[in-house]
């Protein structure tokens, strides 16, 4: 399964931009996508998850209230909502998807899938 993610931006504090994480295959609809973030000169970290049927989500506590995952598997995507962002959201914003629900405990060197990053900008 190949993942692309989309819809990284500039946009000043407080903006909102809504990411794509869209998949090749149809199988995309059994497994559980996750999204995570590098910052620069930070290691990659978790952000949000979903499980294959929309009925789990996890957030990482720095954007509860703020992010919202969603899926729709008739179109092979998942999207995450941005909403209030801040200078410290800056990063870049990578998809991955894999057969197991981790929640928020996601094994970065095992997971099945990852797609290239997005550049997210957030000025102040």
Do not use: H
Not at 22 to 29: G, L, V
């Amino acid at each position: 399964v190949q993942l692309q993610a989309s819809g990284g931006g500039l946009v000043q504090a407080g903006g909102s931009l809504r990411l794509s994480c869209a998949a090749s295959e149809r199988t995309f609809s059994n497994l559980a996508v996750g999204w995570f973030r590098q910052a620069p000169g930070k290691e990659r970290e978790f952000v949000a998850a979903i499980s294959w049927n929309g009925g789990l989500t996890y957030y990482v506590d720095s954007v509860k209230g703020r992010f919202t995952i969603s899926r729709d598997n008739a179109k092979n995507t998942v999207n995450l909502q941005m909403n209030s962002l801040k200078p410290e959201d800056t990063a870049v914003y990578y998809c991955a998807a894999d057969r197991y629900w981790y929640g928020s405990r996601w094994p970065e060197d095992r997971v099945d899938y990852w797609g290239k990053g997005t550049l997210v900008t957030v000025s102040s």
